[in-house]
């Protein structure tokens, strides 16, 4: 079965740059959700799209933003980048209208070490 | 505000034998989801099991299943037969105020001994 995708898996950046991670989710799925989680520690909701729209915002900081694209492909774009963004980034999706369990499945995640 | 409380930092289990992780969780709301994930080594985030509210019944995957305790708003896990593959973190979690955003625990550390 098809799973999440996500790209890059790795990516190194400098502080002060930018960064674009992408999230491809399980065809169908109408909700994609994103979360950050830092070393030792667990996943921390950043922020959900349902329909291309913006449903639900967490602990995302205004240096960040992010979309769901016409395809249902999410960006997340992390401006200035600070040597405490590094984390592990998780995409995930969901079948909202078909699933009210909200049971979500993740990407493999996006490793972003800021040096 | 809700939270999700796992109280084991670290468990260590025989290979073979049972172990059970705790959960505890806060929520005033009355129909609700419930879920387990695990993360390997390899970092996915791997969904093991989920438990409706509403369903008096413990949700039970193969090797997997769940001591669900609505009053007492506890859920755990119970692994039976572990084998190495199943050292991983656990997470509980559970989608905060009927939101969408998964709120989890803080992890327990499962170690399986050969």
């Known amino acids: 079965a098809a799973g999440v995708i996500q790209s890059p898996r790795h990516l190194i950046k400098e502080k002060r740059e930018t960064a674009t991670l992408k999230c491809y989710p399980i065809p169908r799925h109408d909700t994609v959700y994103w979360y950050q989680q830092g070393p030792g520690q667990d996943p921390q909701f950043l922020i959900s799209?349902?329909?291309?729209?913006?449903?639900d915002k967490g602990s995302i900081p205004d240096r960040f933003s992010a979309q769901q694209f016409s395809d249902y492909h999410s960006e997340l774009n992390m401006s200035s980048l600070e040597l405490g963004d590094s984390a592990l980034y998780f995409c995930?999706?969901?079948?909202?209208?078909?699933?009210?369990?909200?049971?979500?499945?993740f990407g493999p995640g996006t490793r972003l070490t800021v040096t | 505000a809700q939270t999700v409380t796992q109280s084991q930092p670290e468990m260590s289990v025989q290979e073979a034998e049972t172990v059970t992780l705790s959960c505890t969780y806060d929520t005033s709301e009355s129909d609700y989801y419930l879920f387990w994930y695990k993360q390997p080594p390899s970092r996915q985030m791997i969904l093991v099991i989920r438990?409706?509210?509403?369903?008096?019944q413990n949700a039970t995957e193969n090797r997997f299943s769940v001591n669900f305790q609505k009053a007492a708003k506890s859920f755990s896990l119970k692994i039976s037969d572990s084998q190495l593959g199943d050292a991983a973190m656990y997470f509980c979690?559970?989608?905060?105020?009927?939101?969408?955003?998964?709120?989890f625990g803080k992890g327990t550390k499962l170690t399986v001994n050969p």
């Open positions: 995930a999706s969901s079948h909202r209208d078909r699933d009210s369990s909200y049971e979500q499945y």
């Open positions: 799209f349902y329909e291309k729209m913006q449903s």
């Open positions: 979690a559970y989608p905060q105020g009927g939101s969408e955003k998964l709120v």
């Open positions: 438990q409706e509210a509403y369903k008096q």
